[in-house]
């Protein structure tokens, strides 16, 4: 099996409102990443993960959380949700860092009203 | 800013004709390149890669064309068939890490009759 999971699919918020999104493989995959995708612009990494070492990108230092209890599961986490968090959110996985072949979830589109 | 650009948001090629996509990339570090397809409303999946020690590998009707000296990178797609189309998303990585991708804003891809 070579999906990655994501939840929810879709997801409203209020502003001010925390956000959490999940994402899954079984895939045994070292590596984990959540990139942030708006229309019309190339996807933005926000954080990733080598096994258990979380890296967040310069510029998204403080606005997202993250979690990864174990190999399988890390979860993304808005404290406060802004409109301009609006977007897709891409999870995907690779075997390891050396491998280039990224498998990506189907997304979870989030709308901060 | 962004370190790697796909000029063309759109092409348009004739059944049977060659679609060629574009990428251009700023960091010297990129020594990874790839080609991802994304069917609407699916992940984006890795159609094809490689590394920098060789500047072009053929898969049946795909061929990347890469130019180290010109940070330029290409995906030429023969004999293009209707579900040829989509959006094509280049990335590159560094040997540091393959896996850590940066993408570009994507091309879409529509093969007419």
């Known amino acids: 099996d070579t999906t990655v999971k994501q939840n929810p699919r879709y997801k409203l918020a209020r502003v001010g409102k925390p956000v959490n999104l999940i994402c899954s493989q079984t895939?045994?995959?070292?590596?984990m990443y959540w990139y942030q995708k708006k229309p019309n612009q190339a996807p933005k990494l926000l954080l990733f993960?080598?096994?258990?070492?979380?890296?967040r990108e310069a510029d998204t230092f403080e606005k997202f959380q993250s979690s990864r209890p174990n190999n399988s599961f890390c979860s993304l986490y808005i404290g406060s949700a802004g409109l301009e968090y609006s977007a897709m959110y891409l999870c995907?996985?690779?075997?390891?860092?050396?491998?280039?072949?990224?498998?990506f979830g189907e997304g979870s589109k989030l709308t901060v009203l | 800013g962004q370190q790697v650009k796909q000029s063309s948001p759109s092409l348009t090629v004739q059944e049977g004709g060659i679609s060629i996509l574009n990428c251009d990339y700023e960091?010297?570090?990129?020594?990874?390149f790839a080609w991802y397809k994304k069917y609407p409303d699916n992940s984006p999946t890795l159609l094809i890669s490689?590394?920098?020690?060789?500047d072009k590998r053929e898969d049946g009707r795909l061929t990347v064309f890469l130019n180290k000296s010109g940070k330029h990178f290409s995906l030429h797609i023969t004999a293009s068939q209707p579900e040829d189309t989509a959006v094509y998303l280049c990335?590159?990585?560094?040997?540091?890490?393959?896996?850590?991708?940066?993408f570009g804003q994507g091309t879409s891809l529509s093969v007419v009759p």
């Open positions: 895939m045994n995959h070292d590596t």
């Open positions: 993960y080598y096994d258990k070492i979380l890296n």
């Open positions: 995907a996985s690779s075997r390891d860092r050396n491998t280039g072949q990224l498998y």
């Open positions: 490689v590394r920098s020690n060789v």
């Open positions: 960091n010297d570090m990129f020594d990874y």
């Open positions: 990335a590159a990585g560094a040997s540091s890490s393959f896996s850590k991708l940066v």
